[in-house]
């Protein structure tokens, strides 16, 4: 069972590349090994710093890929990191980050956009692009706790190979009794958005009062959690989490 | 912290004056909210402000937007990292607004439409430093970004600029609004990094 963000200092750690693997051509995951993480819950997301050899730094935050459990023995974190062209910290993660690399890591930040495996309600997930990253999260930590609560994933991505976690999904559909994944292609002739008939036909009845996340680029988030509210949903229900501008 | 990334930093932001630690520049303007943007008619908008002894005051559209209003040029930072330098908006003062309240209240509590709340100190609504803001470069706020009116506090993390406000309680203890019961930090002052609990 995963705890919460513990209170306190968020102190600054040091974490190690110890795995690695492209999700897309311009997506990676990082498997870091963090010494004494406190945990986190799926949802969460990180800051990670950068220091230059003259001392200049960055920070980013990332949202966390992998599920955690106290008893588990792989006591790592993962993220997925979105490679973006004009970015001065992503490109140096997805390509010149290697093996044995330490970078400055802490967390886990962030208590509200959080699946909590206690949570009993239908679960609606909404994911954009890379948006997929805290929501497969949650599916992990469903998976790991074997949870009986209904999840349907509705993923708009641009073509097949940009969807991040395909096989992985693909496998769990088959072996997560419960969890449903569409997928919406806004690439590939015809080309769909994500909209009321798909949110209609692929979502929950807003009767079921689900637990709905929605996770993407801004307009992508404004377009689905709109449709959610024009189709019955409880604002209160509707959690989301944007992001644009972050390089 | 002595962890250096080897061949980092070559492609590094702008150097700018103005940006607090650990934070860059962006020339857009994001949007965060932690759910839904709801749409407030404006003949549905009002405004309250609640001291501690239960008095009430409060103002619906005409009534706010006919009081005095100031243009400002500020500089915003968000908690998420990005920064946005010179922005534009006109609003009214809490100067104003709190100009015939009688309170002693030492601390605040801004409430929106939708459910969220941020708590700030009261001495950093007054002496010009905080504005309820209706227009953005010009324009009409869009609900996006918190129309028809939000929050400005620029010298304190952008969260504490809640969107959608409608009244600010009045009170003699702090108390954590939505994102700081979250984890985040009961004052939020940039040039402190204080993102989160305990920074």
Not at chain 1, 188 to 193: G, L, N
């Amino acid at each position: 069972m995963a705890r919460a963000a513990l209170p306190g200092r968020l102190t600054w750690r040091a974490a190690t590349l110890v795995g690695e693997r492209w999700e897309t051509p311009s997506a990676r995951t990082l498997v870091l090994d963090v010494p004494d993480w406190p945990g986190h819950l799926p949802g969460q997301h990180v800051d990670v710093r950068l220091t230059a050899p003259d001392g200049y730094s960055a920070q980013r935050s990332y949202s966390i890929a992998s599920a955690w459990a106290d008893n588990a023995t792989d006591k790592t974190v993962e993220l997925t990191v979105q490679r973006l062209d004009d970015g001065e910290v992503s490109p140096y993660l997805t390509d010149t980050l290697e093996i044995g690399d330490q970078i400055e890591l802490r967390g886990p930040v962030g208590g509200w956009f959080v699946w909590r495996p206690a949570q009993e309600k239908p679960v609606l997930l909404l994911a954009g692009g890379s948006g997929v990253v805290p929501l497969m999260a949650m599916i992990r930590a469903r998976g790991a706790a074997k949870g009986k609560q209904p999840f349907r994933l509705i993923y708009s991505v641009r073509t097949p190979e940009d969807a991040c976690y395909a096989q992985e999904l693909s496998r769990r559909v088959r072996d997560d009794p419960g969890l449903d994944v569409h997928f919406v292609h806004t690439r590939v002739t015809p080309r769909k958005r994500i909209d009321v008939a798909t949110i209609n036909s692929y979502g929950w009845p807003a009767d079921f009062t689900p637990d709905c996340y929605v996770c993407g680029p801004t307009t992508f988030v404004e377009a689905a959690a709109d449709i959610l509210v024009a189709l019955g949903h409880d604002p209160k229900r509707i959690r989301t989490e944007r992001f644009g501008g972050t390089s | 912290m002595g962890i250096i990334s080897r061949g980092f930093g070559g492609r590094r932001r702008e150097s700018v004056p103005g940006l607090p630690p650990g934070q860059y520049l962006t020339h857009d303007f994001p949007v965060l909210s932690a759910g839904p943007t709801p749409r407030i008619p404006l003949d549905r908008w009002s405004f309250t402000i609640a001291t501690e002894t239960g008095e009430k005051k409060s103002w619906n559209w005409a009534e706010f937007t006919a009081l005095e209003s100031a243009d400002v040029t500020v500089d915003i930072h968000c908690v998420t990292k990005w920064s946005k330098l010179g922005t534009t908006w006109r609003g009214v003062s809490l100067d104003t607004l709190l100009a015939d309240v009688e309170t002693a209240a030492d601390y605040t509590m801004v409430h929106s439409f939708g459910g969220y709340t941020t708590n700030v100190p009261m001495e950093d609504l007054l002496d010009g430093k905080a504005w309820i803001a209706y227009k953005f470069d010009g324009e009409d706020l869009e609900p996006e970004h918190g129309g028809p009116a939000r929050m400005l506090i620029p010298h304190l993390y952008f969260w504490k600029s809640a969107k959608w406000v409608n009244g600010l309680s009045l009170m003699n203890d702090d108390e954590p609004g939505f994102w700081e019961a979250a984890g985040y930090h009961m004052y939020g002052d940039p040039w402190l990094e204080q993102r989160y609990q305990g920074d």
